[in-house]
């Protein structure tokens, strides 16, 4: 029996190519969560636009809330408290953008999320009916799906707790246009920002805010 309601991978409400997603206005963030860089908060970013037409590498990638990029991974009622943190978000890949106003992506997100399944949201997610006395089975439905990279569940009193880490290969092409310090990809906007050979993009999703820094 697959899981009829997890919704795996990082970013998994994001869809086609990578950072286009939504964007905000291109103002100034406020500082606040984690990046890969080790710290705890990501720094302000100010849209300032450019010519970003080259090749960029994923530098680093800080998320505000990354909580939010798991948001729907357990979408029953019964499980609203399952996810009890993330660590470890990062970004790796290629950002092509042509000259020709053509964008390709070959990024890749990861993530790890742990989470403590009651047996109400076991059943909800039609696993288990006991979750500490299943906890193997519900290890094992995560490692069905293709975006998990690992999984490693163990009972802990009545709930079966889970360490996931998971992978979401953001592959796409498309065209894209340019203005007012917003790069637009199949309708979609990103504020961004081309300093030298540092390219710095931003997107908001499921209240997370991903700033991306990419190296040519």
């Known amino acids: 029996m ?5 919704r795996l991978g990082v970013l998994a409400a994001v869809s086609g190519l990578v950072l286009a997603c939504g964007g905000d206005d ?13 710290s705890d908060d990501c720094p302000a970013f100010k849209s300032c636009g450019g010519d970003p037409a080259g090749e960029w590498t994923v530098d680093n990638l800080c998320v505000t809330e990354p909580q939010g990029l ?14 009890k943190g993330v660590k470890d978000v990062d970004g790796s890949g290629t950002y092509k953008l042509g000259a020709d106003k053509n964008a390709m992506s070959g990024i ?20 288990a009916q006991s979750a500490a ?33 998971s992978d979401l290969s953001l592959a796409g092409n498309g065209s ?11 309708g979609l906007t990103q504020p961004f920002c081309v300093e030298g050979d540092t390219l710095t ?10 700033t991306f820094t990419l190296k040519k």
């Open 26 to 38: 291109g103002g100034d963030k406020p500082a606040g969560g984690a990046g890969t860089n080790g």
């Open 108 to 127: 890749v997100v990861s993530g790890t999320a742990s989470f403590s399944f009651s047996d109400a949201c076991a059943k909800a997610l039609g696993v």
């Open 201 to 210: 993009i931003q997107t908001t999703r499921s209240g997370s805010t991903l």
């Open 70 to 83: 798991f948001a729907a991974t357990v979408n029953q009622a019964a499980c609203s408290s399952a996810l």
């Open 133 to 165: 006395s299943e906890c193997p089975k519900i290890e094992a439905e995560f490692k069905k799906e293709s975006a998990v990279k690992s999984a490693v569940c163990t009972p802990a009193g009545s709930n079966c707790d889970c360490e996931i880490t």
């Open 176 to 186: 894209y246009t340019v203005s007012n310090n917003q790069i637009m990809v199949s």
């Open 2 to 6: 697959r899981l009829r309601a997890i």
